[in-house]
């Protein structure tokens, strides 16, 4: 066992118990437990949202795709860091002008109706399941490098912590752990690519020089698809991401935890410019990995080069650098579980729980109680399925629930805020299509059966999926009636209150 490691991990893991520690001691309401009680500043949450959305998959997945498929890996970085744009312009101020505690909140707003609430909690449980699951892929992988433990083992270890931080300490300790994360997140991978860049004289082009000279030109170029489903297949994939960050529901509760819009549009601006200069040094990290640690030792410490940013740390600043990435990344998966654990918790406590099963009557007490037995149960249940997902890639992961974000969340997010038609048949409608149609053609996809079996030929199936879902919202509407006079005049009171944050008119 690597002794610096291990201090390091320790480390890691005795500051966020003690964050957790203190925050649990200003747990004591629903509000504080689901959303911080809402106050969170603008720049806490721009950090927090950093926190929470530059995951494993980003650190460990990225510059691992890079390293072993050169530009085309960097399609992940283009299209996890254009996608805050359409958080920006089309979701950030209308979810916390209409929402409380979850993404149900705003839909319901306009509809309020069990059918919503209950679609909605199946979906940001299943999303963020899948999300979950590549977190807990990449924290086995690190844990077993460095410590040497079993790849289960790391991942029970993993899914504990998760589990303590969210039932003791709520939003406000997943907070403060992601904001922990983002700040040794981006020291660490500052540190890394400059120490990389300082052996091509600080030059990035000179990087990319050397690394075609060594690899081949194809390692930097974009690469043509070989064949017309390939090329589906990476449309399919930029599509996903670009639109699947605006359904995420970890990263849509993060705007509820502010006390208005304005803070929520502060925030997100705050966190773009982290979350940009993070994803254009993955190039360097990747490309660095490439050159120095080579492709055949990425692939033989793990065949999908999820360890290719700690190996480079190892060649380039010996066993402490490596112990310190590690625990870097380690803090990474711990504060994108949190906050996966903390939505998915409320989603079922409160929309499930307490809106349909318990029609509103269930007490702070009731509410509290439920949503940390679902932290429990959703621990559970990702760590098991996390078992037996140890060969993906994770970025390659995260890219599914982003599909699924996309196609089963987004239709109804942007219909709720701008078709006026739009009514309750034609948002669960969409809803329930969208999730069935990505997780269905995920199952019959390349990425399950055998690749000559496949009876869906993409593996990324967002280029169908998330068309679906809208198609699906407009026939919903448009079969099952009339919108009354009544819907009408409610639709004008969710579109000023979404626009301008005013609840009634007049």
Not at 308 to 321: S, T, V
Not at 396 to 404: E, R, S
Not at 427 to 438: D, N, R
């Amino acid at each position: 066992m690597n002794a610096t490691a291990f201090s390091f991990f320790v480390g890691i893991i005795v500051l966020t118990l003690l964050i957790t520690y203190f925050a649990a001691k200003k747990n004591k309401s629903t509000s504080e437990f689901y959303v911080a009680g809402g106050n969170i500043t603008g720049w806490q949450n721009g950090l927090a949202i950093a926190g929470d959305y530059m995951s494993a998959a980003s650190f460990l997945g990225i510059a691992g795709a890079i390293a072993l498929n050169g530009f085309s890996g960097f399609f992940y970085s283009i299209g996890y860091l254009v996608a805050y744009l359409v958080v920006l312009l089309i979701v950030a101020e209308p979810l916390r002008n209409l929402g409380k505690y979850t993404m149900a909140d705003m839909i319901a707003a306009r509809f309020n109706a069990k059918a919503i609430r209950s679609a909605a909690a199946l979906n940001t449980l299943a999303i963020s399941t899948f999300y979950m699951i590549a977190q807990l892929v990449g924290a086995g992988a690190i844990i077993k490098l460095l410590l040497g433990l079993e790849y289960s083992t790391s991942v029970i270890i993993i899914g504990i912590l998760m589990t303590v931080y969210v039932v003791a300490g709520g939003m406000l300790a997943t907070t403060w752990v992601q904001i922990v994360k983002a700040v040794l997140l981006m020291g660490g991978t500052i540190a890394l690519s400059l120490i990389v860049l300082a052996h091509f004289s600080f030059n990035p082009v000179e990087l990319f020089n050397q690394v075609a000279a060594k690899i081949g030109d194809k390692a930097v170029t974009p690469p043509a698809p070989t064949t017309f489903t390939a090329g589906l297949d990476s449309i399919s994939l930029n599509l996903a991401l670009v639109l699947g960050t605006a359904g995420l529901p970890h990263i849509l509760i993060r705007f509820l935890s502010v006390p208005d819009a304005k803070t929520a549009r502060k925030s997100i601006v705050f966190a773009t410019w982290i979350i940009g200069l993070f994803y254009l040094m993955t190039p360097i990290l990747g490309y660095g990995a490439a050159y120095f640690v080579g492709q055949d030792s990425i692939k033989k410490a793990n065949a999908a080069g999820n360890l290719a940013a700690p190996q480079l740390a190892a060649y380039l600043g010996g066993d402490i650098f490596l112990a310190f990435i590690s625990a870097v990344a380690f803090a990474t998966i711990l504060a994108v579980v949190a906050g996966l654990v903390i939505s998915a918790a409320s989603a079922f406590a409160h929309d499930f729980y307490s809106n349909v099963l318990r029609k509103g009557q269930a007490s702070e007490a009731e509410q509290m109680k439920a949503a940390r037995w679902a932290s429990i149960g959703i621990a559970v249940f990702s760590i098991v399925l996390a078992l037996g997902a140890k060969s993906f890639n994770v970025s390659y992961l995260v890219a599914l629930a982003f599909c699924v974000a996309a196609s089963a969340n987004l239709p109804v997010i942007v219909l709720t805020i701008f078709w006026k038609r739009f009514n309750t048949t034609g948002a669960v409608t969409a809803m329930l299509t969208g999730l069935i149609g990505s997780v269905g053609l995920i199952l019959i996809s390349p990425n399950i059966m055998p690749a000559a079996d496949a009876i869906f030929p993409l593996k990324n199936p967002g280029i169908v999926s998330i068309p679906l879902g809208f198609l699906a919202a407009y026939l919903g509407t448009v079969l099952s009636g009339k919108v009354s006079e009544q819907e009408e005049e409610k639709y004008t009171e969710i579109f000023v209150q979404a626009n301008t944050g005013i609840k009634q008119l007049g």
